[in-house]
Structures are given as C-alpha cells and as structure tokens.
C-alpha cells in the first residue's frame, strides 16, 4: 500500500521569511496530493491540493510542487506570519473513488515574531 | 451549514467500558470517514461509507471496533471494550463525490484509563 514520508517533524522560521515542507510518496498509482493544515484542538482543513497532471499550483502565498518521477512534492509558504503557525500534514491518494487519504506524519511550524 | 459535527469532544473512561462516538457529516455529503489520530501512529483512516455502506474496514485495529451509519445524516464508532491503547483523538471527515476536499469535524478526545 501507499506510504508517505514527511520532513521536517518541526521547523521554526522567523516571521516573513518562508518555510518548506517536503513529502515522498511510494505509490506510483496516486495521483492526488492534498495539504491540511490543523490547528490546535481542531480538525484538519485544506489549504491547497494538486493533482499529478500539475507540476506546480499557487494559491497566494501558498504553492505545492510536484515532482511524478521522483515521486515527491512540497509545500512552500512564503512571507510567514505568526497564523501559519500549525502543524501541516501531507497526503496521497487515488483522485478515483473515496479517495482513501494516506497522510504524511506532520510537521509542526512555528513562526517566531 | 454547521460543519460536520462530532460529540463527545472529551471522552474519558476506564479499562473495559464501552465508548461510543458520534458524528453528523455535512448535509449532502456522500463519503464519511473515521480517523484515529496518535502521537505514534498519526492519522489513520479506520473506515468509511459511500451512500451510508461500509466500504473498507481495513483500517479498524480490532474486532472491538465497530462503526455504523443508520442513515445519512449519522454515523457511530463504538470501542468495546476499551482499553489504555484505544486513547487516541478520533475525527470523522464527510467529502461529496463532486469535489476533492474533505471536511474534518473537531474531534473527540478518548482518554481510557
């Protein structure tokens, strides 16, 4: 089954500057590769996804890229602010069906004013 | 709407007891997950129903768990009998089959002691 390795498990960066999470996969048959974000006592919500026909997608200061062949993908946010501070998780899955989500381990960030 | 809702969001027992959780997706939604949330094991997918039928039960640890959904607007994961390896946060997220993202309730907090 699909397996999905994360780096970094913490990461701090000073407020403004950017902060990159990095995401492999093992299976070469997902094609969907959505990231959440998960506050303190809440659950999960998501921030931006992409799809394996994309090698890149932008959503303000928010961007995933793709990489197929190595099959890895990051999450780049840049201009930090004190709100991003969460912890991020990763995910893979089949775009078909339920999409049966496969999550990274998560990275906790913390944005230092 | 109000989201997808979960209760209790705080559950404490002891060894032994049965535990029940309880979830209303998100008015429409076709796709109800569980998800069990530790430190060790991150977020792991447990179940999930299409159309209120049980789909994959893969990700269920033990025949102690068991999960229903009666009708659309309910579903229920039951853990009998308990145990301290049972404590965990357990989330129930609903999708629609039109689009991707899946929408996380809060959370219920299993502490069994």
């Known amino acids: 089954g699909e397996n999905v390795e994360q780096h970094p498990s913490t990461l701090s960066v000073q407020e403004g500057d950017s902060a990159v999470i990095k995401c492999t996969y093992s299976?070469?048959?997902?094609?969907?590769f959505p990231w959440y974000k998960q506050e303190l006592g809440k659950g999960p919500q998501l921030i931006i996804d992409?799809?394996?026909?994309?090698g890149e997608k932008k959503d303000q200061r928010i961007a995933v890229t793709l990489n197929k062949t190595a099959k890895h993908f990051s999450l780049h946010i840049t201009e930090t602010q004190p709100e991003d501070s969460a912890v991020y998780f990763c995910?893979?899955?089949?775009?078909?069906?339920?999409?049966?989500?496969?999550f990274g381990q998560g990275t906790r960030l913390t944005i230092n004013p | 709407d109000a989201g997808v809702i979960q209760s209790p969001r705080h559950e404490v027992t002891e060894m032994g007891q049965e535990v029940t959780l309880r979830c209303k997706p998100i008015?429409?939604?076709?796709?109800l997950f569980w998800y069990r949330q530790t430190m060790m094991r991150g977020l792991e997918l447990l179940i999930y129903?299409?159309?209120?039928?049980?789909?994959?039960d893969s990700g269920m640890p033990e025949d102690r768990f068991s999960a229903k959904m009666p009708n659309a607007s309910f579903s229920t994961l039951k853990i009998q009998p308990s145990e301290p390896r049972d404590s965990a946060v357990y989330f129930c997220?609903?999708?629609?089959?039109?689009?991707?993202?899946?929408?996380f309730g809060p959370g219920t907090r299993l502490t069994v002691l």
């Open positions: 997220a609903s999708r629609t089959s039109d689009y991707n993202e899946q929408f």
């Open positions: 299976d070469s048959a997902s094609n969907y």
């Open positions: 992409i799809r394996s026909n994309v």
């Open positions: 995910a893979a899955s089949m775009m078909q069906g339920a999409q049966k989500l496969v």
């Open positions: 008015s429409g939604h076709d796709y």
């Open positions: 129903f299409n159309n209120n039928v049980p789909i994959d």
